[in-house]
């Protein structure tokens, strides 16, 4: 099992930056893919960075690359997401999750199996 804990929300103006953490713990080792999804009100869940841990690749929804980085930490458990040039759009929960397996759609929700419990991110204009 595999435990994943959130952090770094808050409110922000428009233009502003916030940076997400998520704390991995439990059998971490499997771990192959990790990524960030944020939720708004009245809307699907949607990806919006992934994190290969094998070959330390990354992937974006095109509606934050430029402006998103995500990245881990040398002890390989902790997911941050760096946020810059936010705008309202971007608001919505925003959820870590972590999937063992090597192959998949990336930033579908449906590939991954572990989730936390997500951290609120307002941006006002």
């Known amino acids: 099992q595999v435990q994943l804990v959130e952090s770094g929300g808050g409110s922000v103006q428009a233009g502003g930056s916030l940076r997400l953490s998520c704390a991995a713990s439990?059998?971490?080792?499997?771990?192959?893919?990790m990524a960030w999804f944020r939720q708004a009100p009245g809307k699907e869940r949607e990806g919006v960075a992934a994190?290969?841990?094998?070959?330390?690749?990354?992937d974006y929804a095109d509606s934050v690359k430029g402006r998103f980085t995500i990245s881990r930490d040398n002890t390989k458990t902790t997911l941050y997401l760096q946020m810059g040039s936010l705008t309202p759009e971007d608001t919505g929960m925003y959820y870590c999750a972590a999937e063992e397996s090597h192959g998949g759609w990336v930033l579908s929700p449906q590939f991954y199996r572990y989730w936390g419990q997500g951290t609120q991110v307002t941006v006002s204009s």
């Open positions: 439990g059998y971490t080792g499997g771990i192959y893919f």
């Open positions: 994190f290969n841990t094998g070959r330390s690749r990354t």
